[in-house]
């Protein structure tokens, strides 16, 4: 019988050991990732007979445009690195610099972060941290719309409103590459 039970908490300390995040042979998004494509829209409005201001984002050669009715801004990215680790921290540095800046904006953030439902596509991926990235409007939920070893596709598709009638939405895709 000692046998017996012996045997039984190694087969199920085999098992258990399994079933981390990392040791999956799935597609994670544990690993480091560098921006390659944004893309998508923030839309506002200051008050509810104000009129709605949309700026739409593209992404092409390391240069971030965002364009509304009244402007174009041209932001190069030096990084955009996103890394999720498999005990459930993150880190994401952003170094970049506006066209009539005179010097480059760094921002680094940590936290942690944790799905929300599962490891698969079509979760959410929840950051909490005390700021969020600030490339690109976003309130920390991101939804993975592919994951493979060598791409990540997450969307940020949020809206809010106040009680002073100022709203926001936000539809953006981000799309990295396994470093």
């Not at 174009?72 to 996103?82: G, K, L």
Request: glycine fraction near 4%; include cysteine; hydrophobic fraction near 30%.
């Amino acid at each position: 019988m000692k046998n017996a039970v012996v045997l039984f908490f190694l087969l199920s300390a085999f098992a258990f050991s399994s079933c981390k995040k990392s040791s999956s042979s799935s597609p994670s998004i544990v690993g480091t990732w560098k921006i390659s494509n944004i893309t998508g829209s923030y839309t506002h409005q200051n008050t509810p007979t104000s009129l709605l201001t949309t700026t739409a984002y593209s992404y092409s050669s390391n240069t971030l445009t965002e364009t509304d009715t009244t402007s174009i801004t041209t932001i190069t990215v030096y990084d955009e690195t996103w890394a999720f680790n498999s005990d459930g921290t993150f880190s994401i540095d952003e170094n970049y610099e506006q066209a009539s800046a005179t010097v480059p904006t760094t921002h680094s953030l940590t936290g942690w972060w944790d799905y929300t439902g599962s490891t698969i596509p079509n979760s959410d991926v929840l950051l909490r941290s005390i700021s969020t990235p600030s490339l690109v409007p976003s309130g920390g939920t991101f939804y993975i719309a592919s994951v493979s070893n060598t791409q990540l596709v997450l969307t940020v598709k949020e809206s809010s409103s106040l009680s002073t009638g100022a709203s926001t939405i936000t539809n953006l895709t981000l799309t990295f590459t396994k470093m």
